[in-house]
């Protein structure tokens, strides 16, 4: 059982970073996949970043790579999200989600965080 809470979304320019954070509560997810996924108004879900339980391992969806960066810090329970160079077609609810070891889904979600970028 896994409960995630983002946070570091915000308004900025187009050009600037963010940093989000995901934190989990409830049990460590140490073990688990931790995926990046955002919703733009009117916009099904589209994936951004999925990162090992290691953090050895990570992916980027063709749209983001070379600009965001996923990592994890295990101790702390949490896993970032930075993003940098960041365009108005980033804007969305950005969300973190966890895969259990044994899953083939991703099982629990966040509450979403919105980032704004302005151009």
């Known amino acids: 059982q896994v409960q995630l809470v983002e946070s570091g979304g915000g308004l900025v320019q187009a050009g600037g970073s963010l940093r989000l954070s995901c934190a989990a509560t409830g049990r460590t997810f140490s073990s688990y996949v931790v995926g990046w996924f955002r919703q733009a108004p009117g916009k099904g879900r589209e994936f951004v970043a999925a990162?090992?339980?290691?953090?050895?391992?990570?992916n980027y969806a063709d749209s983001v790579k070379g600009r965001f960066t996923a990592s994890r810090d295990n101790a702390k329970n949490t896993v970032y999200l930075q993003m940098n160079n960041l365009k108005p077609e980033d804007t969305a609810i950005y969300y973190c989600?966890?895969?259990?070891?044994?899953?083939?889904?991703?099982?629990?979600w966040g509450q979403g965080t919105q980032v704004t970028v302005s151009s």
């Open positions: 989600a966890a895969q259990k070891p044994t899953s083939t889904v991703y099982d629990y």
């Open positions: 990162i090992s339980w290691s953090g050895g391992s990570s």
